[in-house]
T-cell receptor, first 112, second 112 residues
Framework: DQQVKQNSPSLSVQEGRISILNCDYTNSMFDYFLWYKKYPAEGPTFLIS???IKDKNEDGRFTVFLNKSAKHLSLHIVPSQPGDSAVYFC???????????WGAGTKLIIKP | EPEVTQTPSHQVTQMGQEVILRCVPI?????FYWYRQILGQKVEFLVSFYNNEISEKSEIFDDQFSVERPDGSNFTLKIRSTKLEDSAMYFC??????????FGPGTRLTVL
């Protein structure tokens, strides 16, 4: 039962262009969403989050959009840089027990 | 910048042996977590800990697992009798509240 889905296992983007990573969820109890970035052999690093009462949150090159009616969120990175190459995880907090439920991750490759 | 640390970085053990994975959370954080990631699979929640007791645990966290905060700084995960399928990266995380969790670099557990 995949409550958080990241349907693209990988994504390749030209340096300088926009990277868009997508995430879908099924549980209406999710009230907070987070994006984490992970390099090989390291722990996940928090990037940006959004509360379910908002539809957009921006932090520098990173913007997260939330469409509650579609149960969809996306992470936009613009402009993409080589250091952005990593695996990106979408995670959702279950408001009933505060557990974080994770997606399977999307490997982002930024081409020079 | 404060960070979560974990030791050891890599633990190799024989099946049936006990292992203790150690974590030092960020000092002013009150909530502590353990996650695991089996190679090639998604990050999975194991347990959350607050006020010296388990607040939530997943189905994975069975009687073979236990957590402890033996002093004011360490947070440990013990696996009593390791199985081959316990081989994974184990990540510790901490948070001030039920929002952004900050992760350690992980301990790679290899059960032979």
């Amino acid at each position: 039962d995949q409550q958080v889905k990241q349907n693209s296992p990988s994504l390749s983007v030209q340096e300088g262009r926009i990277s868009i990573l997508n995430c879908d969820y099924t549980n209406s109890m999710f009230d907070y969403f987070l994006w984490y970035k992970k390099y090989p052999a390291e722990g996940p690093t928090f990037l940006i989050s959004i509360s379910s009462i908002k539809d957009k949150n921006e932090d520098g090159r990173f913007t997260v959009f939330l469409n509650k009616s579609a149960k969809h969120l996306s992470l936009h990175i613009v402009p993409s840089q080589p250091g952005d190459s990593a695996v990106y995880f979408c995670a959702a907090r279950d408001g009933s027990n505060y557990q974080l439920i994770w997606g399977a991750g999307t490997k982002l490759i930024i081409k020079p | 910048e404060p960070e979560v640390t974990q030791t050891p970085s890599h633990q190799v053990t024989q099946m049936g042996q006990e292992v203790i994975l150690r974590c030092v959370p960020i000092s002013n954080h009150l909530y502590f977590y353990w996650y695991r990631q089996i190679l090639g699979q998604k990050v999975e929640f194991l347990v959350s800990f607050y006020n010296n007791e388990i607040s939530e645990k997943s189905e994975i966290f069975d009687d073979q697992f236990s957590v402890e905060r033996p002093d004011g700084s360490n947070f440990t995960l013990k696996i009593r009798s390791t199985k081959l399928e316990d081989s994974a990266m184990y990540f510790c995380a901490s948070s001030e509240a039920f929002y952004e969790q900050f992760f350690g670099p992980g301990t790679r557990l290899t059960v032979l």
